[in-house]
């Protein structure tokens, strides 16, 4: 019997793999036996087959890394991510518009079999809450349209872009589920907590630091290593999830249970 987690002959795309939860993903599906490509802003130093430089927020570098994609992908992780830092625009371009754009365009080149796994964030829980303005975003047709909407939301909606791109991410996940399983794909995403990478000090200016440290203390006191969300994403994308679809995967040391049952004390929070 065939191993189900095993990638062998499988082509595989990722985005954001040159550092993080994406350069820890490309190794474990490489040593999965998955074919790795790798869009990203910066050179990937690692087993990936190829490697095409793209920017994630700007429709006409995705567009052109798209026409260099060749033959069929059997799994798409769209991994590629920005902190609120950057400014409400340009993370609802990486973080969701372009997310979007680039799985959309993949889908008829994906055969039956094939998975689609998104990073999306805790930070993006909130979404009961605006799910009619993002099921309204969903409905616009491309990254221009989708774009323009953000644009004329308000600054209450979007904030500075990170928590309601991740939202977005998460509905988007479960909104496509339906029709994309009856064509034989699955679309799944992971939630993590805060993670250890280079970005985290301007998370930590974006969100606060006392944020951070409360969301880390309130579970398992320590931030979490890329390498710890890498083989959630790589089970989600493999033959052995073939049931799974439309699924939120929380990888935060149970923080979301906690909250959702009452246990979390927010007055950590306070001052």
Known sequence: MSDP????GRRVLLTGGSSGVGAATVRL???AGAEVHVIDVKPVEGPAASFIEADMGDLASVDAALAKVEGPIHGLFNIAGIPGTRGAS???????????HLTESLLDRMPEGSAVVNVASIAGGGWPGHLTQIQELLATDGFANGLAWCEAQSEDLIGDGYGFSKECVQVYTMQRAKELI??????NSICPGPIETGIMPEFKASMGVKTIEWTVNEVIGRLSQPEEHAPALVFLGSPGASYISGHNLATDAGFTGAMTTGQIDFSGLAG
């Open 5 to 8: 987690f095993r990638y062998d």
């Open 29 to 31: 599906l490489t040593d």
């Open 90 to 100: 340009s993370v609802m371009k990486v973080n969701f518009l372009g997310l979007r």
């Open 182 to 187: 009856q064509r034989g794909i699955r679309i």
